[in-house]
């Protein structure tokens, strides 16, 4: 696949550095479609059909974007405090990409750790901070391989795969996509959920990646791949050997603090109703939020500021706040 320099982007499109990038070979599709055509099934296979039309369409190219140089990222640092490690290598990678015409390659990645300390949220906010869309496949609820590389288009039903509807209806050659909870992803015999990222992740096959169902060549080595995981025994050897594995600890019982109070004046900036609430959180509410996970922080919060407008005060106070659970093991401080 091909790319070119892009012409700079209006500022609506907060795109700091962009190229198009080629994502399949039209030419493909149209040999594809006019097979399709002459084979008289069009309407056995009409969604197929529909799909090549909607791929010459759209056309080939799609943004590849980079941050303009190595971003200020003090801010992901403060709001994730026990991601410190993760953040320093992308870093490295958006340094590598620096001063030259190469675009962004973030080497595949796997966050270890225990539900709720923000493993999700990082990947949203990474995806936001390198100007690229994000797409989420929760890997616990899917239970045939299809779901990532397409069903034949011969089965009833049959559809692409997530990787190709991210590069084909999306809008960028380098998404983020999260792979949430690799580790309990379900398989039998016949299929294997993590089956395609045996080439997916490794940049030499993902150039020429083929979903099933459309049966033309995508690439996909741009894809910015994060995966998360609660236990690294369910994932097999060879996708753990193709990531660079970082173990996310539980925040500190300092960093939970500091969390909290990120979330606090967030969620007030992000909302006309926060001019009406004290702009900083007393330090009892902090010391009651740091008890929670951090995924739990923030519906807390909202509960909070609920309470707050009814009873018309601007101040949260702990009773406010939904109670900790008693006997609910909190994923464990650091000392």
Do not use: C
Request: hydrophobic letters at 40%; proline letters at 7%.
């Amino acid at each position: 696949m091909t790319s070119h320099s892009l012409v700079p982007q209006p500022p609506a499109l907060r795109l700091p550095v962009a190229q198009m990038r080629s994502v399949f070979h039209p030419g493909d599709v149209e040999r594809k479609l006019a097979r399709l055509q002459e084979s008289g099934n069009q309407r056995e296979y009409e969604t197929l059909r529909t799909v090549y039309e909607r791929m010459l369409e759209r056309g080939p190219e799609r943004f590849h974007v980079k941050p303009s140089g190595v971003p200020d990222m003090a801010s992901l640092y403060e709001q994730l405090p026990n991601f410190t490690e993760v953040l320093d290598d992308v870093r490295r990678h958006v340094a590598l990409a620096q001063d030259s015409s190469d675009g962004l390659e973030v080497t595949p990645m796997l966050l270890l750790g225990p539900p709720g300390i923000g493993k999700t949220h990082f990947a949203r906010n990474l995806a936001e901070l390198l100007g690229t869309g994000m797409n989420l496949l929760p890997m616990s609820s899917m239970t045939a391989g299809w779901l990532l590389s397409g069903s034949s288009a011969q089965w009833k039903g049959a559809r692409p795969g997530k990787v190709f509807e991210a590069l084909v209806e999306g809008e960028y050659a380098n998404p983020v996509i999260v792979v949430d909870e690799i580790d309990k992803a379900s398989s039998d015999a016949q299929y294997d959920p993590l089956g395609a990222l045996y080439s997916l992740l490794e940049h030499d096959t993902a150039q020429s990646f083929t979903d099933e169902f459309a049966e033309v060549a995508i690439d996909a080595s741009q894809v910015i791949w994060i995966t998360t995981a609660n236990d690294p025994r369910g994932i097999p050897d060879p996708i753990l050997n193709r990531m660079n594995v970082f173990e996310v600890e539980a925040p500190t019982l300092e960093q939970a603090r500091a969390i909290a109070s990120n979330l606090y004046t967030g969620i007030l900036a992000g909302h006309d109703w926060g001019r009406m609430l004290d702009p900083e959180p007393h330090g009892d509410v902090l010391d009651h939020l740091a008890q929670m996970p951090p995924r739990e922080m923030r519906r807390a919060l909202m509960t909070g500021f609920g309470n707050a407008r009814l009873d018309r005060r601007s101040t949260v106070e702990i009773a406010d706040l939904p109670r900790v659970a008693s006997g609910r093991s909190r994923i464990g401080f650091l000392q």
